[in-house]
């Protein structure tokens, strides 16, 4: 089974900022792969924020985006508020088959 | 106002079966490819399984570890997504989400989450 990793933590200032990353062990991430991006705060469900690589919800902030960076998936956010600090979590479809979410980012807004 | 209330969660022993169920509101279940999600306590999230909508065929996949032993369902004349466990063991022990939104895209609209607890 493919293993999908991420940073297990990163930092940003308020209004700064800051990309995640979610690679996979069966190589480039690509937009075949249909990589997903969910926000979770402790103790709720999660919120799915980029589904398709770089496609938004209607509930999505505008300052949240996705895309592929390298060989790899990545979910950039622009302008961070203090509601943004939560953990988030890729998830990469393989052969829209079975799908694999990342050990989750734990982001820092400070 | 789109809803997912998950319910049937219980404290289950090792062995035992469990059947979950999801009722969907406010927007087209009968069209939307659906997933369970479950998050073991202080863990993070982990796939279960996939049903596509009955005019996709209705088909089922499954994460390896479940494989066998899970199946899903649903029934979209009352808006229901069922989650059917069986050979429980104590590392089936999570909150279990379910999730859906559209055709194809099987993780959009979240459940609050049910828990299951496998334990002697």
Known sequence: QAVVTQEPSLTVSPGGTVTLTCGSSTGAVTSGHYPYWFQQRPGQAPRTLIYGTNNRHSWTPARFSGSLLGDKAALTLSGAQPEDEAEYFCLISYDNVYFVFGGGTKLTVL | EVQLVESGGD??????????????????????????????????????????????????????????????????????????????????????????????????????????????
């Open chain 2, 11 to 120: 404290l289950i022993k090792p062995g035992g079966s469990l059947r979950l169920s999801c009722a969907a509101s406010g927007f087209s279940f009968s069209e939307a490819w659906m997933s369970w999600v479950r998050q073991a306590p202080g863990k993070g999230l982990e796939w279960v399984g996939r049903i596509k909508s009955i005019a996709d065929g209705g088909t089922t996949d499954y994460a390896a570890a479940v494989k066998g032993r899970f199946s899903i369902s649903r029934d979209d004349s009352e808006n229901r997504l069922y989650l059917h466990m069986n050979s429980l063991k104590t590392e089936d022990t999570a909150v279990y989400y379910c999730s859906g939104h559209s055709r194809f895209w099987s993780l959009g609209y979240w459940g609050q989450g049910g828990l299951v607890t496998v334990s002697s």
